[in-house]
């Protein structure tokens, strides 16, 4: 089973550039998250999901988007890059309302602006 | 805003000896999960625990949930040098957003 695809895994972009992380999973999940995780730190949640045409702002929302115009698909979308946007970007998906159910992930997108 | 605060950030200590790793939050969780993140790698789940005051145990790790479910706290006996890694707990309540801790780097040294 492939789970959550993230891609592209490596980019560098220059200042001002846009891109869009893509990120999809195959296994039905409704509810799916970005997060950015800095050099040894934790994972900030810049947007989630809980279902197709539903998003809604994490904690470090500024200067990204997202959409979900499928259950399987959730891009991420940098407009104007900025160094401080240079990080490595997780992709998760899950089923909250199962107990004990768990987030998977993507193998992370490790994105930097020069 | 729930927030997970994680302590230490960092651990560095030697092969065998016990290390426990502490998550609090003033909000209330429905379920706190941890995870470890290898290099490289997303996180991979190592256990969730959903019931106030609940342990649970996984080879050398013990992981229990305060009686509030407001924190929990991972401890390892006898730590080997394959426990190295990264260590996050996260949190969520009910349908809601699943949100993280900064981390503990835990480091053992053969």
């Known amino acids: 089973n492939a789970g959550v695809t993230q891609t592209p895994k490596f980019r560098i972009l220059k200042i001002g550039q846009s891109m869009t992380l893509q990120c999809t999973q195959d296994m039905n999940h409704n509810y799916m998250y970005w997060y950015r995780q800095d050099p040894g730190m934790g994972l900030k949640l810049i947007y989630y999901s809980v279902g197709a045409g539903i998003t809604d702002k994490g904690e470090v929302p500024n200067g990204y988007n997202v959409s979900r115009s499928t259950t399987e698909d959730f891009p991420l979308r940098l407009e104007l890059a900025a160094p401080s946007q240079t990080s490595v970007y997780f992709c998760?998906?899950?089923?909250?309302?199962?107990?004990?159910?768990?987030?998977?992930f993507g193998q992370g997108t490790r994105l930097t602006v020069v | 805003t729930q927030l997970l605060e994680q302590s230490p950030q960092f651990l560095s200590i030697q092969e065998g000896e016990n290390l426990t790793v502490y998550c609090n939050s003033s909000s209330v969780f429905s379920s706190l999960q941890w995870y470890r993140q290898e290099p490289g790698e997303g996180p991979v789940l190592l256990v969730t625990v959903v019931t106030g005051g609940e342990v649970k145990k996984l080879k050398r790790l013990t992981f229990q949930f305060g009686d509030a479910r407001k924190d929990s706290s991972l401890h390892i006996t006898a730590a080997q040098p394959g426990d190295t890694g990264l260590y996050l707990c996260?949190?969520?309540?009910?349908?809601?957003?699943?949100?993280f801790g900064q981390g503990t780097r835990l480091t053992i040294n053969p």
């Open positions: 998760a998906s899950t089923i909250p309302e199962v107990p004990d159910t768990e987030a998977f």
């Open positions: 996260a949190g969520s309540s009910g349908a809601q957003k699943l949100v």
